[in-house]
């Protein structure tokens, strides 16, 4: 046995192959030569010679190498051979059109990123937005079995049902048992109402928690699984003091106990009360909306517990009644229309039984939704529907889009799809392979849209929730069955605009395709792409329009005086009642707190209030004494300290603001008053209200006091950026209620800020959470929360259709000058200057462009109705406004129309000749 | 990319002969590379010579197709050898490509007037 690795490796060069793989080859080559050598010697050979012969086989310069590195390296899947089966040509096949498409669309990288651009700008916005609104507002309630089953009803007086105005009645649980009882349209009916409570426990740093109080059976009707513990038994469901026990969501049991079971007999404390774990529901489950984040539910008879009442009779009494929301189970093939109808029966019959207890029944009736979330999705409504407009014109824009760059591509590869066709290629090939590069396009765009979704998805929710508190989990995952959808939608359009060009060759009669540059067809698809442009254009012109009318109602709502500065002011919230602090140590508190707070390096004023501005509202009466018998005005109220006029800069226009003696007066002492100018000028006129009494309401409501105004606040925007505002009243911080917010003049950052006013109010009560903390700015954000959405879709909507609009324009007039190559060389060869073609082309463009413009404004005057309600300041039909769109419009047209028109100018007569 | 509907062309249809004398050879017993080289010279009486620089990269096709198997046998003092046999496939492409062949032999001995 020879060694030949030496001989063999030499001429192997090249070759990377696995090692195994190496050896083997190496093993069997060498093989090969032993046996030639050995035949050779046998023949009488001397071995040396019958060495150098055997090798010599191996000669011919790299050729072992080529052909193995061609056969072990390559695919095997090369096209099968004659007679092999047909098994497998068919993907092989569209493997190898698929790169062929590859390879064509690099030739024209103009066109494929014109295609994959405007489909990533279709699919990804309305993947983004779609997929937003869906988990908003469509997706089923998560955790909730059998939806469909579900009906939501809510008991009152209603004055109108379809609305919900009117005054919610409570039911008690001893009437809903007899509800229970008598009910035969459905399977159970359950009592589930929200609040807020502070939640601590070891691993629980104090939060202000979104709390449930529900019926024992709620869990069972909403079909909600446990993971670990069990649902509330009927028996802690009885009052009046309840059982101190909670159902948690898991994500709740992981953080404070590090999971489901070791979180059952544990306890945490809900508003500083200990109360212990039972169950633990799957995570999924956080209430009743889509959106809901609860996170602890407790029975409705633990309700006086939690809260601290003194009076446990709401519960145990038939006149009181804790729950006014309810969650039903229809019975199987009962409708809702039947349970209204049994209900209707129902409650007025409980007024007739006990007609003392419940005379407020007679007139109560339940008001019905189907499934869960209805008033919360009724909220959304107006926003939801824009969006899916929103998303639905971007699609139908982009389609369009595509089609057109598609169709104009078709038009453009006509000769070479003729000459495919003259050289026997089959119709059916050409529309396969036409279809080929729409789905190699779709695809890439797809990818490139799902990249722009998941950026924009992000962008829309922060645009949606504006403040929302930085550390709170916020992401609605993209949506899968939107993205397919999306995905469907483009590609169809894809393939079809791929189809449409194949189908119209059909029609291309061979000669004329393959000698004229185009046909009859050609023209055809001319006017149909012209008038796709003019459409496109008329389109974004009318989004444009609306998209500037929105941006001069920011620019107007910004400008609004609101009487007073919110910059560099944050509230924080706290609520020591809520754990129990009695008046005085409530006061107290906030005392400490403002005391730790302020001179504080960069905390400018810190004051004490009950309520922020744009944050809630407090109604109080005063007698308006310009007339004997003018009813009591309506206006709202804030008790305040002495430094809330300096931390919100409201100007004091009379007067003085309160002293801190004053600031310190409650409820059962007389105390001074600050009204506003405008409440001033309703009660007294002109005159100087300074030192006037007032007459408002005192504590409890039934008896009035008179208060002397001790100064007159600059009038300010308390809870609207628009309409009327209601007079103001400012009473001192420990009437109504006292103190629950901080408020902060601050120059440091929003975060640095927050973490001193927590560290403060750590040191005062551990167990207390400070919550909301938010600059006042995001507080007025979130009031235009919706026009900012409107506008910032509409803008981006808008722009992404006039770039799509420009680039249909583009291809049309481009492909255009091309199909008029031969007009234009007989023109200049008949004598026309140059500027006549550069006009003539602009006139094409004008013509387009001046009807779908025209399309555009009446679209626009028509759609703008739809946000009509959105508007500040400007109106719908704003002259200045169309005109700056139109103005747009004209300067797009004409920046696209330049270089088709500027191409058209050098075209030389001799080479336009020769071109046929 | 058009696929010209026609017979097989004249590059394939070398390349298929090869594949179709390998495959013939190793129909009815497993050969090592070295034997079918020798065999397709004898038979053919020395006018069909394959060079080691183009049968065993032919083998090696075969085998990535699945047409044929190959197999190491080892014996004491000797050097392994790898033994091909046809596969169930490599059976049935056999067939097909005998059929194709004697139709193509058939044909350009009519047209050529060639007497076989």
């Given at each position: 046995m020879t060694d030949w690795n030496a001989e063999l490796k030499s001429r192997l060069a090249g070759l990377t192959v696995r090692p195994e793989r190496e050896a083997d080859i190496l093993d069997e080559l060498a093989q090969h030569l032993d046996d030639e050598v050995r035949m050779r010697v046998g023949g009488g050979m001397d071995p040396g010679a019958a060495r150098l012969e055997a090798l010599s086989e191996l000669d011919a310069p790299g050729e072992l190498a080529r052909r193995l590195i061609e056969c072990e390296t390559r695919p095997p899947l090369a096209l099968p051979p004659p007679g092999a089966p047909a098994r497998g040509r068919w993907f092989t096949a569209r493997v190898s059109d698929v790169r062929y498409s590859i390879r064509t669309l690099r030739r024209s990288p103009a066109f494929a990123l014109t295609v994959i651009i405007t489909l990533a700008l279709t699919i990804g916005p309305t993947t983004a937005i779609l997929s937003v609104g869906n988990w908003l507002v469509w997706r089923p309630v998560p955790g909730v079995r059998d939806q469909g089953q579900l009906v939501e009803a809510q008991t009152g007086q209603w004055k109108d049902k379809n609305t919900g105005d009117g005054t919610i009645v409570s039911v008690s649980y001893l009437n809903l048992r007899d509800l229970r009882e008598a009910g035969q349209t459905f399977v159970g009916l359950a009592g589930v109402q929200e609040s807020n409570a502070h939640l601590a426990g070891d691993a629980i740093p104090p939060t202000d928690a979104t709390v449930s109080w529900v019926t024992a059976d709620a869990f069972d009707v909403l079909g909600v699984p446990f993971v670990a513990g069990r649902s509330f038994l009927p028996e802690e469901d009885a009052g009046p003091s309840g059982s101190p026990v909670m159902v948690v969501n898991e994500d709740l049991a992981e953080r404070a106990f590090g999971s489901a079971s070791g979180a059952i007999g544990q306890r945490l404390t809900l508003n500083g009360l200990p109360m212990t774990v039972v169950g633990v529901v799957a995570s999924r489950f956080h209430g009743l909306t889509p959106t809901s984040f609860v996170d602890v539910w407790y029975p409705v008879s633990t309700y006086a517990y939690v809260n601290r009442f003194s009076d446990p009779s709401r519960f145990i009494n038939r006149g009181g009644g804790l729950l006014s929301s309810f969650v039903i189970r229809l019975a199987p093939g009962k409708t809702m229309q039947a349970l209204q109808a049994e209900l209707d029966v129902l409650l007025p019959a409980l007024a007739e039984r006990y007609p003392d207890e419940n005379k407020d029944f007679r007139a109560v009736s339940a008001r019905l939704r189907p499934g869960l979330g209805s008033a919360y999705r009724d909220r959304s409504a107006s926003m939801v529907s824009t969006l899916v407009t929103i998303g639905a014109v971007l699609l139908v824009l982009g389609c369009a889009n595509v089609a057109n760059v598609l169709m104009l591509r078709a038009v453009r590869t006509a000769r070479e799809r003729a000459i495919r066709l003259a050289l026997g290629a089959s119709r059916a090939r050409l529309v396969a392979l036409q279809l080929t590069e729409s789905a190699v396009l779709a695809v890439t765009g797809a990818l490139a849209g799902v990249a722009l979704a998941l950026w924009l998805k992000q962008l829309i929710a922060t645009l949606l929730f504006p403040g929302v508190p930085e550390d709170f989990d916020f992401g609605p995952p993209l949506d899968l069955t939107v993205l397919a959808m999306t995905l469907g939608v483009s590609v169809a359009c894809g393939l079809l605009a791929g189809f449409v060009p194949a189908l119209l060759n059909r029609g291309v009669a061979l000669h004329p395709a393959v000698t004229a540059a185009g046909g009859r067809s050609v023209t055809i698809g001319r006017r149909l792409r012209g008038v796709l442009a003019g459409a496109q254009l008329a389109l974004s012109l009318a989004l444009v329009t609306g998209s500037l009318l929105l941006v001069a109602t920011m620019q107007r709502l910004h400008a609004v005086d609101l009487g007073f500065d919110p910059t560099g002011v944050s509230q924080h919230l706290v609520n020591p009642r809520r754990q129990g602090y009695p008046a005085v140590r409530a006061a107290a508190y906030f005392s400490d707190l403002q005391a730790r707070l302020t001179g504080r390096s960069g905390f400018d004023v810190v004051s004490l209030a009950g309520l922020t501005p744009f944050g809630s509202s407090f109604r109080m009466r005063v007698q308006d004494s310009s007339g004997p018998d003018r009813p009591p005005l309506s206006v709202n109220a804030n008790n305040v300290d002495s430094r809330y006029f300096d931390a919100l800069r409201i100007k004091i226009v009379r007067g003085r603001a309160f002293t801190e003696a004053e600031a310190r007066l409650d409820e059962t002492v007389d105390y001074p008053v600050i009204i506003d100018q405008s409440l001033a000028r309703r009660l007294?006129?002109?005159?100087?209200?300074?030192?006037r009494l007032v007459v408002i309401p005192a504590a409890g409501r039934s008896t009035l006091r008179r208060a002397p105004v001790v100064g007159v606040a600059a009038d300010t925007h308390?809870?609207?950026?628009v309409g009327d505002q209601l007079p103001f009243i400012y009473t001192p911080l420990?009437?109504?209620?006292?103190?629950?917010v901080a408020l902060v003049r601050s120059r440091l950052p929003m975060r640095a800020v927050t973490e001193t006013v927590r560290a403060a109010a750590r040191e005062i009560d551990p167990t207390l959470p400070v919550r909301l903390s938010m600059p006042v700015e995001n507080l007025i954000d979130r009031r235009l929360a919706q026009q900012r959405v409107f506008f910032w879709m509409l803008s981006l909507l808008g722009w992404i259709a006039f770039a799509l609009a420009a680039v249909g324009l583009y291809g049309l007039l481009a492909q255009s000058v091309t199909e008029r190559t031969r007009e234009f060389g007989v023109r200049m060869a008949l004598g026309s200057g140059r500027g006549r073609i550069f006009a003539l082309v602009l006139r094409y463009a004008a013509w387009i462009a001046g009807l779908g413009g025209l399309a555009g404004l009446g679209l626009a005057a028509w759609g703008t109705r739809l946000i009509e309600t959105q508007?500040?300041?400007?109106?719908?039909?704003?002259p200045m406004i169309y005109a700056a769109a139109t103005l747009a419009l004209i300067v797009i047209v004409f920046a696209t129309a330049i270089w088709p028109a500027r191409s058209a100018t050098r075209i030389q007569p001799i080479d336009a000749l020769r071109t046929d | 990319m058009t696929y010209i509907r026609s017979g097989p062309s004249g590059r394939e249809l070398k390349k298929g002969s090869a594949e179709l004398l390998i495959l013939s050879l190793v129909e009815d017993q497993p050969r090592h590379g070295y034997d079918i080289g020798r065999l397709i010279q004898m038979r053919s009486g020395g006018t069909l010579k394959f060079n080691v620089a183009s049968l065993y990269p032919l083998l090696y096709r075969l085998e990535k197709r699945g047409w044929i198997e190959g197999r190491w046998v080892e014996r004491a003092g000797q050097r392994r050898r790898r033994l091909y046999r046809l596969t169930t496939e490599g059976r049935k492409v056999l067939a097909a490509q005998r059929g194709g062949w004697l139709a193509f032999v058939r044909a350009v001995s009519r047209i050529a007037k060639v007497e076989i």
């Open positions: 007294f006129g002109d005159s100087d209200p300074i030192g308390w809870n609207s950026i420990a009437t109504i209620q006292g103190a629950s508007l500040y300041g400007v109106t719908r039909l704003d | -």
